[in-house]
């Protein structure tokens, strides 16, 4: 039975996995709290998991929030859209002026913006709240990024604080910004997710019909990498993937697993925001591209009976290649967290977020699903200067993508030649070429544009915009 009180400090709406890890958190650190779902499953679940910890579920909504204290805190972990319009519907009449509404679940911030707008108009605090590490990090401490109504933030900031992954006794959570600047970030992490992620993937492939390793070697790799400069959230869990046997099987479960991969949208929201600001991300672009091509296995198969296969082995040594291989996906690593921050810096500017990208890296560190090394280096670099345009220009960053380079591009070189796909590698050398060139062509095509359409160019030097005429019209 949990622990009985009269009054409690906080209050849940959503009982799934996410929703009751974080009471039990908060409960552990000597909070009272109280949670309703309206599945009096997860109810019951909350209440035996609590033990004898203050800690309540409710299956009336009414009686929830008469169990709070006041001004009430209460968090919605609910699926993103429509839903988050109902629970708030459903609450609004209950609660009174200054009370807190939180949404802790992955809404598109434009939603965001739109409900800190209603909400304020009726007399309460709201703000949106990203919250990264999944059912463990809920657990046993997440990375949260809250932004919207700071003064709200403030009323919560010492039970986040106590309840986030701590990273050198810092606690991983900070106030975001304004707005839906919360919500904001946490898209874009989870599109440096979705492109790490294709990056492991392709890794995976190269490895396994490239290199023809088996499991149990691509397994000791990936655990040695994870004890390097490597080390990280995502690999690690890859390396733990390779050692897992469903009970009764002498096999890995990978091994049974479908190759068709589904998604929740963030990474497409992370796309779609970065196109709408000119920021272009193509390696996050090409991991969402690569799961919606995954999802149409009958036509890859029919593909597969049509077109020859080369043989799909790498030429070279083994050992050789498994040390440019693991400078290669550095390498993207790197590209792939440069895009994601360039793109919150455009995001900082165009929507007047003031986002301290030293400060999210901070809390990206520990609790999240892209904690890693490299975001010590980023750290660093936006410390060093917060006004740093990008990442890459950082002189550290520079020294560690200099040295990679010729990994990355003999593994591309290799990959091509054995007709194995690895658009993400693909896609990170061909931006960081791209925006290493002092002069691209795009000249060339300002002139198509002005000859089919007159959208002008411009001129090297000369001041205004310029319109030819290009063929004579017959």
Request: aromatic share 8%; proline share 3%; charged share 25%.
């Amino acid at each position: 039975m949990s622990a009985t009180t009269d009054k409690y400090a906080f209050g849940m709406i959503g009982l799934g996995v996410m929703g009751r890890s974080l009471l039990l958190n908060m409960a552990d650190h000597g909070y009272a709290v109280a949670g309703h779902d309206k599945d009096a499953g997860k109810v019951a679940s909350l209440n035996e998991e609590g033990g004898d910890l203050a800690v309540k579920g409710f299956g009336d909504v009414k009686e929830f929030i008469k169990s709070l204290t006041t001004p009430r805190a209460i968090m919605m972990l609910v699926p993103a859209g429509k839903i988050v319009d109902s629970v708030i519907e459903e609450l609004t009449p209950l609660l009174e002026k200054g009370d807190i509404l939180i949404d802790g679940g992955n809404s598109h911030f434009t939603d965001t913006n739109r409900r800190v707008e209603e909400l304020e108009a009726k007399g309460l605090h709201f703000f949106g709240m990203g919250v990264s590490g999944g059912e463990e990090g809920a657990r046993r401490g997440p990375s949260m990024m809250p932004g919207g109504d700071k003064d709200a933030y403030n009323v919560m900031k010492p039970i986040f604080e106590a309840i986030a992954a701590k990273v050198n006794g810092e606690p991983c959570v900070t106030y975001i910004g304004p707005g839906a600047s919360g919500h904001f970030v946490k898209m874009v992490h989870n599109g440096i997710e979705y492109g790490i992620m294709q990056l492991l993937a392709e890794t995976y492939e190269i490895m396994k019909n490239g290199l023809k390793l088996d499991n149990d070697t691509i397994q000791k790799t990936l655990a040695d990498w994870n004890a390097g400069r490597l080390k990280s959230f995502l690999m690690e869990i890859t390396a733990d993937i390779f050692k897992y046997k469903a009970p009764g099987t002498d096999h890995l479960l990978l091994d049974d697993i479908k190759d068709e991969a589904r998604s929740k949208g963030t990474g497409k929201w992370t796309s779609q925001v970065a196109m709408d600001l000119q920021a272009p991300i193509p390696v996050i672009d090409t991991a969402v591209a690569m799961r919606d091509l995954s999802k149409y296995k009958d036509l890859r198969v029919k593909a597969s009976e049509l077109y020859s296969k080369e043989d799909s082995k790498l030429n070279g040594d083994t050992d050789e290649l498994l040390k440019a291989l693991e400078q290669a996906f550095y390498f993207s690593m790197v590209i792939t967290y440069a895009q994601g921050m360039f793109l919150l810096s455009n995001a900082s500017t165009e929507f007047k977020y003031d986002l301290k990208l030293a400060e999210i890296a901070k809390i990206w560190r520990g609790g999240c699903i892209i904690r890693s090394e490299f975001l010590n280096d980023i750290y660093n670099a936006y410390t060093k200067d917060n006004k740093l345009a990008h990442l890459l220009l950082d002189s550290g960053v520079q020294q560690l993508v200099n040295a990679a380079l010729p990994g990355t591009r003999q593994i591309i070189s290799a990959t091509t030649a054995a007709g194995i796909a690895a658009p993400g590698y693909t896609a990170a050398l061909s931006y960081f070429d791209a925006f290493r060139s002092k002069r691209m062509p795009s000249n060339l095509t300002q002139a198509q544009r002005d000859f089919f359409g007159a959208h002008t160019y411009e001129l090297i030097g000369k001041e205004g915009t310029f319109h030819t005429q290009w063929a004579a019209k017959s």
